[in-house]
């Protein structure tokens, strides 16, 4: 193989590919990226075995072929050619990187032991705004899970829903969060539970714009492709959480508050919280407001805000850092939360409509 193209182009399509490369693991080639040449088109495909990424590029190619090189190691190394014109050419099992008056190279390793990676992805497919996949990727994985004690809760639940929306799901057995959008078209019935690590990649890709985008589906596989990048991943098989039986119906108590006011006593109070092995706030929510407090051995945060509460007084204790996540997540001005008293989990949801919902568990204290 033998191609020439600019070390900026070359450098980009790589730092696409190389985040799906394997860091732990047995089989080095799965922390090698596959180029391949033909034409006037090189080809980059990366999978650690449950992602894959693929990016396309035009160069000269005086030469086609496949090779397999160390993932890290080549990107790190183009990254710092960006200003240059750069040839790549193999010389047995080694790769010649030629630029200006220089040369370097790299040991390749067998291009024919890099595993297939299935691109024919087309059974299902939902098609949405790109801002609001982002949205709603943004809005819900960081409540997935992150141990391995039960693999599904580390992916969102991700479904099309009859009143033309498509819902997103993700809880960690402490906190959950819904997020719904509007779909533009859907063909079959999507319902997958989704690694919330490939969501997230997905969710670097993608622009906030208006531009359309589709997620493909078929049998365990999701397939992305954007402006020339390509990510298959792999989705999760078994049972999610019936997240219906978990969401009150009804609430006690129901406060609409300031969601920036509300956010910035509760980071105030996370000062002091985060010295806590909870991280505790409490509520202390009453006709006239709201008491935010936080005390710890380093110190006290007492903060009143107004608030509008229908139904009974409430106290109660949640985790600063669940608190601070979920309406980190809104864009909203207010929010209602809703109470079932100091030992059931509380609700946010906005003032109007059911476009999100977050559900935290509140922390047993001895008080």
């Not at 497919?125 to 994985?141: F, P, Q």
């Amino acid at each position: 193989m033998k191609i020439i193209c600019e070390g900026i182009e070359l450098s980009d399509a790589i730092m696409k590919v190389v985040k799906a490369c394997s860091t732990k693991t047995t089989n080095p080639i799965l922390e090698c990226i596959k180029i391949s040449a033909e034409n006037d088109t090189v080809e980059l495909l990366a999978t650690d075995g449950e992602i894959a990424m693929q990016k396309k590029m035009r160069a000269e190619v005086l030469e086609g072929g496949a090779i397999c090189v160390p993932g890290k190691y080549f990107a790190d190394f183009i990254k710092r050619l960006e200003n240059c014109q750069v040839t790549l050419a193999t010389e047995g099992d080694r790769l010649d990187i030629s630029y200006g008056e220089s040369e370097s190279s790299l040991q390749l390793l067998n291009a024919e032991d890099f595993p297939s990676i299935d691109m024919a992805v087309n059974e299902s497919r939902v098609e949405l705004l790109s801002k609001d996949l982002k949205e709603l990727i943004a809005k819900t994985t960081f409540c997935c899970a992150q141990d391995d004690s039960r693999p599904v809760l580390k992916g969102c639940l991700v479904q099309t829903e009859e009143d033309g929306r498509i819902s997103f799901t993700a809880l960690d057995g402490y906190r959950m969060a819904v997020c719904r959008k509007n779909i533009l078209s859907v063909s079959g019935n999507i319902r997958i539970i989704c690694p919330g690590r490939i969501l997230n990649e997905i969710g670097r890709m993608l622009g906030a714009d208006e531009e359309p985008i589709t997620l493909y589906v078929q049998k365990n596989l999701l397939l992305v492709s954007v402006n020339d990048t390509v990510l298959t991943g792999r989705l999760y098989e078994g049972d999610f959480v019936n997240v219906k039986n978990i969401v009150p119906r009804e609430f006690t108590s129901e406060i609409v508050a300031d969601k920036a006011v509300l956010d910035e006593s509760v980071e105030r109070a996370a000062v002091m919280a985060r010295t806590d092995k909870n991280s505790v706030v409490t509520f202390d929510i009453r006709e006239d407001g709201m008491n935010i407090t936080a005390l710890t051995a380093i110190g006290r945060v007492d903060e009143s805000l107004k608030v509008s509460l229908e139904g009974k007084d409430v106290k109660i204790a949640l985790n600063c850092k669940y608190v601070s996540d979920c309406l980190g997540a809104v864009s909203d001005e207010k929010v209602r939360i809703g109470f079932n008293g100091a030992v059931a989990p509380c609700v946010v949801t906005p003032v109007e409509g059911d476009s999100y919902l977050y559900l935290i568990l509140p922390v047993r204290t001895t008080a």
